[in-house]
């Protein structure tokens, strides 16, 4: 295996993916955008989210997973778009960095 096989292997192995499905409510910072849409998956830098319209990479968005239990609040995250590609359905999958977690 080479050195770039065992680091690609390492990092996937350091940031595992959940796919999650929820509701994530976007605000693009420094506009009145607030965007609904869907958190496909969520690992510990970053997360992947399908919204209808398009967002320019290297935004910077408030984005919040709202909590269906009481004990737990929401997940509320600065992000930043890294990247945003057209889907069939017309939406667009979004993926982000996770910058900062609000508490």
């Known amino acids: 295996m080479s050195s770039n096989s065992m680091r690609d292997f390492s990092e996937k192995r350091d940031f595992i993916r959940m796919k999650v499905n929820a509701e994530v409510d976007v605000s693009v910072l420094g506009d009145d955008r607030k965007i609904r849409g869907i958190c496909r998956d969520l690992s510990g830098t970053g997360m992947l989210l399908e ?53």
């Open 51 to 103: 919204v209808a319209e398009a967002i320019t990479v290297g935004s910077e968005l408030n984005a919040s997973l709202p909590s269906n239990n009481d004990s737990f609040p929401a997940f509320d995250t600065k992000v930043r778009v890294i990247r945003c590609e057209p889907l069939d359905n017309g939406n667009r999958l979004v993926g982000v960095e996770i910058l900062q977690v609000n508490r």
